[in-house]
């Protein structure tokens, strides 16, 4: 049993403490407003909330930092004076290298080596505990990129807790894992969104009645927090303007082809992306 | 009780003839090879198949062409001999303009008075009449595009079948049409094909692991038919065309604003894009 503190009760923060309760471990989340995280003791999120934290992270064997990436340094800073030398930190951001500097930032420079930065491919659109569940990570990926200053007994421990959950552990480089997120996840986050205030400035009011199933799916992510995809477009910035830029060009190639009425090349971009397709992992 | 024939007897026209059938309609699905449609009668799909069309559409109140676009030109005056001057035909394409052009080309020129141009908003990723299902069409829009030479009572009883298997019509000019479908519906699938050919190619092996439902959701929309989105892409040319250089231009500016680190204007795009997507209607 350990005792795992989670700052920042959101969809992942939440579906992780739900998920370590039920194999054994005891939760508290610790927030800025104990009466805002205390409906999650009823939900069955957490065992404990606690504003004042120092009590809480004097026990902490794990901490989980559930905060937007944009929040980590400072989060960071106000936590290390209270962590016992034995606790393992990790964080859950959907960017690495930006959250390796940043952590290291808020230490004198220097990443400490009790802190796993970690990455699980889990979520919904959703945020917030409320829509928090058991489950989430079942048989899906998550990310650790631990540096050379990692210490490996920690990366070790954090990896440990999240195959109890059912999760695979992939260690990657943060920049190999920024650069893969930036397509996988980063990139189709901004495509839902340019694609979702297209519609919005269209103004055609016939075009609600219009849309299918196609559209829905390829505008669910627009629903998503505004503030963290900010931060997360700013923190891995490098790598999604590329993604961008390529995609971009190959965007441009396909009006091309449909602007010159080349449909031997259409046929041949969309039957190599309909083979891609299958080529994808089962769910 | 209508004798509908259906040539083309995919997921669209397979589905309809489910539904068609079920409301008390005998269905014939006339194709090329009488021997790969026959599954179709066991299936519970049609009543009948025929290869030799003749003395179907002899007998037939309603035609339904569930071809690709690209194909509708030549169907047509393949069928027309043989068409009763009371039958009324519809078509399933999600492209009008160019239906309207083809078939009016297929005959002399003129539109005949019987055709009305249809496009049910429903489908899958999917193809073929074994994907078909009941009930597609339950809720869903299905647009008529009848022109000034369109008959009427034509359109009406195209318009009451859709009804019957519980479709609402909406009927625009076909001008309308294309250009709302050119943003619904093939630039979501443009940007879907973009997508997972950008992934295909980008050569990294750990790639595949690190797919979440966002991605999948992105992409689904990539395992559809590459002939059948040619054709579309081909027939929408120019709506689409505008469709994909607003998108580009608008994908540039988010772009630049990610380059300038301009966190402020993202939020302002992001948060747009999250308030329209909470306008749209509930599925």
Known sequence: MAEVVVIGLGLIGGSLARDLRRVGHRVTAC???????????????????ADDWAPA?????VVVLGVPVGSLRELYARIRPHLPATAVVTDVGSTKAS?????????????????????????????????SVEGLFAGRTV?????????????????ALWQEVGARVLELTPERHDAALALTSHLPQMLAYTLME?????????????????????????????????DVALANRAQLSLALRRYMERLGELAAAVDAGDGKRLEKLFGAAQAAHRRLPPV
Request: glycine share 12%; proline share 7%.
């Open 31 to 49: 927030g800025r407003d104990a009466a805002k995280l205390a409906p999650a003791i009823e939900l069955g999120i957490v065992d404990a909330v």
């Open 57 to 61: 992270l004097a026990i902490a064997d």
């Open 99 to 131: 959250v390796v500097r940043d952590v290291a930032a808020a230490c004198g420079g220097r990443l400490p080596t009790q802190f796993v930065p970690g990455h699980p491919i889990a979520g919904t659109e959703q945020s917030g505990f409320a829509a």
């Open 143 to 159: 990310v650790l990129t631990p540096t050379a200053d990692t210490d490996p007994a920690a990366t070790a421990r954090v990896a």
């Open 198 to 230: 297209q519609f919005a400035d269209a103004g055609d009011d016939a075009l609600a009645q219009l849309i299918g199933s196609g559209f829905r799916g390829m505008t669910r992510l627009a629903g998503s927090d505004p503030v963290m995809w900010r």
